[in-house]
């Protein structure tokens, strides 16, 4: 609690209270608009974060994080397509109650129950995440080591797709934080004589060419660039404060299983969803019937959505390894604004703890407002054709990447990660991992050699200290899930081989 009244005077002020307003607008439109979502919106605001204080910066990530989670819902409802794939539970019964009228009613509740849900999980966030911080103040060289580790192999794990590949995928995230100088020798490493590598590729630019230009040229690739959905006239409604309070006990369960799910490193909202989904489908009132427009089906899929925001924060901030893909790119906007999550930033710097605090909780507050009055809004959104949509999206993407450092070189690099980025997603390859195997390559080489530099055994230090040979226990054993998960992929594959293989 501490850190939050420090966090005070750092956001409540005019620029980080209209960023974080701009961040809920902007991560409702971005959130609503198919194929898009949370993580591109921050991905295509992160260079205007860097420019702001880091409260501000922070606040409007977050916002647009929290946001982008709701607004997905939006677009399940009226079209029956998610926004995002953490809003696929929502449709069985939003688009139903759509259909019999109750649009307004499904969009107020959904909206209700993210915000609430989101504010459930900022609660546990609020006291779990310090004291979880606290128990890794113990952590020296060998535990950071293991804990990095560990957030690479968990992301790669559960990523979309195999996890050998999902592996791989972390392994190229490796690579490319070895590229520039090293922290010991202050040699160049990768370089290829090219000084715009001397301080690797700018993370920025690689997040924004393998996401935004990869689903650019996606986008542009399926065509129907003049197309206009058909979609419902919404209308301000407050009536879901009042549905909402008939489903209290579904709402606050399926926050708390967003949560714990969104905490587990790399799980994700949509796995959060569906279970709370079924939990509520599970527990219903007699006469409730799910799939055709129960009001409960959208308060437990978006109350799970946005707890599990708060959720994947523990240990973003806690431990420094991301909860999911959004919050490694929110990782990598504090660290570009100068403050490296993990039990330092608590002990250092309480006060950008509380403001990151206070922005989370104050972002759900202002996006239950903003959700409801700017429901009518939503439907002209959903009607942009992306001939409009595509050309905006580029132009955010190349101003925000050269604005950085005014340089070309990083146009270059967004260009290049944007081929690479296109290439992984017709192979089935997660970009998740890339990202955080380069926001932790750092920190897993470097106190990988520190250890070894402490250590008079080598590197029997990483199993002689207790803490330090638990998780690197976790990571053997995640490491032996992903051969055996492969080899067992492998054999099904030989036994029931695809069309194209007969």
Not at 115 to 125: E, F, Y
Not at 290 to 300: L, N, R, S, T, Y
Not at 472 to 484: E, G, H, P, Q, T
């Amino acid at each position: 609690m501490f850190e939050l009244l420090q966090g005070v005077p750092l956001f409540f002020n005019p620029l980080a209270l209209a960023a974080t307003t701009l961040g809920i607008i902007a991560g409702l439109v971005i959130g609503v608009l198919p194929g898009l979502g949370p993580l591109m919106g921050i991905v295509l605001m992160l260079p205007v974060a860097f420019h702001l204080p880091p409260i501000a910066g922070m606040g409007m990530l977050i916002a647009i994080y929290i946001g982008g989670s709701a607004g997905g819902s939006v677009s399940a409802i009226l079209l029956r397509i998610p926004g995002t794939p953490i809003a696929a539970a929502t449709l069985f019964d939003g688009f139903p109650m759509a259909q019999k009228g109750r649009a307004q009613d499904a969009v107020g509740l959904a909206m209700t129950a993210s915000t609430l849900g989101g504010l459930i999980g900022g609660i546990v966030l609020l006291f779990f995440s310090p004291l979880l911080a606290k128990f890794a103040l113990r952590f020296a060289p060998p535990e950071y080591f293991g804990m990095a580790l560990l957030g690479v192999l968990t992301i790669a794990i559960v990523s979309e797709g195999s996890a050998l590949k999902g592996l791989l995928a972390g392994g190229l995230g490796l690579a490319l934080a070895m590229i520039g100088t090293d922290e010991f020798t202050n040699a160049y490493r990768f370089t290829f004589g090219n000084f715009n590598l001397s301080s690797g590729p700018h993370v920025v630019a690689v997040v924004v060419g393998l996401f935004a230009l990869s689903e650019l040229f996606f986008q542009i690739e399926s065509g129907g660039f003049l197309d206009r959905p058909n979609v419902q006239r919404l209308r301000v409604s407050f009536r879901a404060f009042r549905l909402i309070v008939h489903h209290k006990v579904n709402l606050v369960r399926s926050a708390l299983i967003g949560t714990f799910f969104g905490a587990i490193p790399g799980t994700g909202g949509d796995v959060s969803a569906f279970i709370s989904y079924a939990a509520a489908k599970k527990m219903s009132r007699p006469g409730e019937v799910f799939g055709e427009g129960a009001e409960a089906g959208i308060v437990a899929s978006e109350a799970a959505n946005n707890g599990c925001c708060g959720g994947a924060m523990i240990p973003t901030l806690s431990l420094g390894i991301p909860g999911d893909g959004s919050t490694a790119v929110l990782m990598g906007g504090l660290i570009l604004l100068g403050f490296f999550p993990g039990p330092e930033l608590f002990r250092s710097h309480p006060e950008i703890v509380g403001g990151i605090f206070i922005a989370y909780m104050v972002g759900n507050i202002i996006m239950l407002l903003l959700g409801v009055v700017l429901a009518p809004l939503f439907g002209r959104v959903l009607r942009i054709p992306k001939a409009w949509l595509i050309p905006a999206v580029l132009l955010l993407s190349v101003l925000g990447t050269y604005a950085l450092q005014s340089s070309v070189f990083d146009l270059w690099v967004m260009l290049v990660f944007g081929a690479v980025g296109y290439l992984m997603r017709r192979a089935h390859y997660p970009l998740a991992p890339v990202i955080i195997g380069m926001i932790l390559g750092n920190v897993l080489e470097n106190n990988f050699r520190r250890a070894l530099l402490l250590s008079r055994d080598g590197p029997m230090i990483f199993v002689e200290r207790p803490i330090s040979a638990a998780i690197i226990a976790i990571d053997i054993l995640l490491l032996i899930m992903i051969v055996v998960s492969t080899i067992r992929a492998s054999r099904r594959a030989e036994r029931d081989p695809g069309p194209d293989q007969t």
